[in-house]
């Protein structure tokens, strides 16, 4: 069964800490980039941050930047989102997205590209509020 499955999300007030986690099930999580996407009411669906496969490269979008770390422990199979100093603005759905057929390796990025067309894998979401 090929999944990713999200959790740690929660409500928390502005200045607080949240850390994601996304658990791959049936395939290597650590072969592949992963991103972290979300979505928040009334708005398109953004990137947040992205790791590549092997050493795990890392970048994020500029709204987070600072303030956001992605990391990887290959042993459990899982990809983390470390969220600090969060904002009112941070408050969405938050997706991690796998690509298990290389399509970020064809882009030219640096990083994996944090363009959903390019990730294969979905997890159902995990929500993330920020508020006093």
């Known amino acids: 069964q090929v999944q990713l499955v999200e959790s740690g999300g929660g409500l928390v007030q502005p200045g607080g800490s949240l850390r994601l986690s996304c658990k791959a099930s049936?395939?290597?999580?650590?072969?592949?980039?992963v991103s972290w996407f979300r979505q928040a009411p009334g708005k398109e669906r953004e990137g947040v941050s992205s790791?590549?496969?092997?050493?795990?490269?890392?970048g994020y979008a500029d709204s987070v930047d600072g303030r956001f770390t992605i990391s990887r422990d290959n042993a459990v199979n899982t990809v983390y989102l470390q969220m600090n100093n969060l904002n009112p603005e941070d408050t969405a759905v938050y997706y991690c997205?796998?690509?298990?057929?290389?399509?970020?390796?064809?882009?030219?990025?640096?990083?994996?590209?944090?363009?959903?067309?390019?990730?294969?894998?979905w997890g159902q979401g995990t929500q993330v509020t920020v508020s006093s």
């Open positions: 049936g395939f290597t999580l650590g072969s592949v980039s």
């Open positions: 997205a796998a690509d298990r057929l290389g399509r970020t390796y064809f882009t030219g990025s640096y990083y994996p590209p944090l363009d959903p067309s390019l990730y294969d894998v």
């Open positions: 790791t590549s496969a092997g050493y795990g490269s890392a």
